[in-house]
């Protein structure tokens, strides 16, 4: 994605929530047109407009979508969980990986257990004869 791109009917949400004209210059017009006027708002009420653009120029070209979708995907936990934010997220997902580890544990016993493969059941008490 380097090198000139289409600029949309108007301007990019960046511009319209700045009340400016947008044109081919604009550096978040690629990643917030119109359509994408609420995650523009997420993202700048979390990092505000130039941090945003600083963020945006501080990586190389090729990385910048991506580096646009962690933005707005950080900005909309946010608004999610304010107190928390993304850490909440990553904090219940960790705990529910913990849990189903526990189950698939206790499954992969059961199938053992079912299955015969107990220790011991191979393993037969020899007699003592005295």
């Known amino acids: 994605m380097?090198?000139?791109?289409?600029?949309?009917?108007?301007?990019?949400?960046?511009?319209?929530?700045?009340?400016?004209?947008?044109?081919?210059?604009?550096?978040?017009?690629?990643?917030?047109?119109?359509?994408?006027?609420?995650?523009?708002?997420?993202?700048?009420?979390?990092?505000?407009i130039q941090n945003a653009v600083k963020i945006l120029n501080s990586v190389a070209e090729n990385e910048r979508e991506k580096t646009v979708e962690s933005l707005i995907l950080e900005a909309r936990?946010?608004?999610?969980?304010?107190?928390?934010?993304?850490?909440?997220?990553?904090?219940?997902?960790?705990?529910?990986?913990?849990?189903?580890?526990?189950?698939?544990?206790m499954v992969k016993k059961e199938l053992k257990f079912f299955k015969g493969d107990d220790d011991h059941d191979h393993h037969q008490p020899s007699s003592s004869t005295f």
Request: hydrophobic share 35%.
């Open 2 to 48: 380097s090198g000139e791109f289409d600029m949309p009917a108007g301007a990019c949400a960046a511009c319209k929530y700045q009340r400016k004209r947008c044109n081919e210059s604009c550096v978040l017009g690629r990643y917030f047109p119109l359509d994408r006027a609420e995650d523009f708002e997420n993202v700048q009420r979390l990092f505000g």
């Open 77 to 105: 936990m946010r608004r999610e969980n304010p107190v928390h934010g993304p850490v909440e997220v990553e904090m219940r997902l960790r705990a529910e990986m913990e849990r189903v580890k526990k189950e698939l544990d």
